[in-house]
T-cell receptor, first 115, second 114 residues
Framework: AQSVTQLDSQVPVFEEAPVELRCNYS??????LFWYVQYPNQGLQLLLK??????LVKGINGFEAEFNKSQTSFHLRKPSVHISDTAEYFC?????????????FGSGTRLQVQP | SQTIHQWPATLVQPVGSPLSLECTVE??????LYWYRQAAGRGLQLLFY??????ISSEVPQNLSASRPQDRQFILSSKKLLLSDSGFYLC?????????????FGPGTRLTVL
């Protein structure tokens, strides 16, 4: 069975500072990895995804993530955050056609950007 | 392009009353469909998913049920709501032909049970 661990439930950071949101997964097979963002009272929006190829993935709003197979990690980074980045961020993993056709989500990290 | 709709956007119901939340997808055929719940301050809990009409997989036994009467329609129901059913309900879809299972989410329904 696969699982996703987001090590930090909350991450406070000052505006224009860099941020890293951590995500580790466990799976015995190849995986596909996703980061989603959720603003208050809204659905989830895809930030970026790793399907194959380059391990450094760039997404929307200046975010990027790096897939590290040996460390089973997919950390999300942004070099300079804005107040508008305040939201909940979810990491998710898929095993593709094997197993159930659903994503496994982490518990989420609340990013709080302070002025 | 594909769009996903959920209604109602907000709902306040008394304990013991029935529930029906609807989700529809446009612009795609034979999607995989999903219902999630977020309790206050909690993560996402997958409730049900469906790979075709009449095919429902339940992830967590509980007071809720799901149905898929049409290809792009997914309904979440309850005969008698409990206080613990309060939360934010999200519907999502993915391409059945894709092996990635990338999901696209609707705007959600905020349910408050009093």
């Amino acid at each position: 069975a696969q699982s996703v661990t987001q090590l930090d439930s909350q991450v406070p950071v000052f505006e224009e500072a860099p941020v890293e949101l951590r995500c580790n997964y466990s799976s015995s097979v190849s995986v596909y990895l996703f980061w989603y963002v959720q603003y208050p009272n809204q659905g989830l929006q895809l930030l970026l995804k790793y399907l194959s190829g380059s391990t450094l993935v760039k997404g929307i709003n200046g975010f990027e993530a790096e897939f590290n197979k040996s460390q089973t990690s997919f950390h999300l980074r942004k070099p300079s955050v804005h107040i508008s980045d305040t939201a909940e961020y979810f990491c998710a993993v898929s095993q593709g056609d094997t197993g159930r056709r659903a994503l496994t989500f982490g518990s989420g990290t609340r990013l709080q950007v302070q002025p | 392009s594909q769009t996903i709709h959920q209604w109602p956007a907000t709902l306040v119901q008394p304990v013991g009353s029935p529930l029906s939340l609807e989700c529809t997808v446009e612009g795609t055929s034979n999607p995989n469909l999903y219902w999630y719940r977020q309790a206050a301050g909690r993560g996402l809990q997958l409730l049900f998913y469906s790979v075709g009409i009449g095919q429902i997989s339940s992830e967590v036994p509980q007071n809720l049920s799901a149905s898929r009467p049409q290809d792009r329609q997914f309904i979440l129901s309850s005969k008698k709501l409990l206080l613990s059913d309060s939360g934010f309900y999200l519907c999502a879809w993915s391409e059945s032909a894709s092996s990635y299972n990338e999901q696209f989410f609707g705007p959600g329904t905020r349910l408050t049970v009093l």
